[in-house]
């Protein structure tokens, strides 16, 4: 059994319909097309998905070097109470 397709179909104008809408489309003061300096920067909408890049990047964390880091000032300190 087939289905029918609930969707319309997509009719694609011909060549003199197409000329008489780019016609209205450039008469329309709105509208104006976009010059090659605006079409450079524009991106895919998929690049700008995620999290935002951070301006201060994360410096790596280790415990092990606060432990490294006091038992070092500890042992300066012991040192210089002598």
Known sequence: MSKVS????IRMPGAAE???ITAAAKSDPD???L???QLKVMVPLRSL????DSQSK???Y???RDIDLIKSRLK???EMSR
Request: hydrophobic content about 15%; overall charge positive.
């Open 49 to 52: 998905r995620g999290r935002p």
């Open 62 to 64: 280790s415990p092990q």
């Open 76 to 78: 300066r300190l012991k």
């Open 58 to 60: 994360k410096l790596p």
């Open 35 to 37: 010059t090659q300096k």
């Open 6 to 9: 609930k969707r319309p179909t």
């Open 18 to 20: 197409d000329k008489v």
């Open 31 to 33: 509208a104006r097309p």
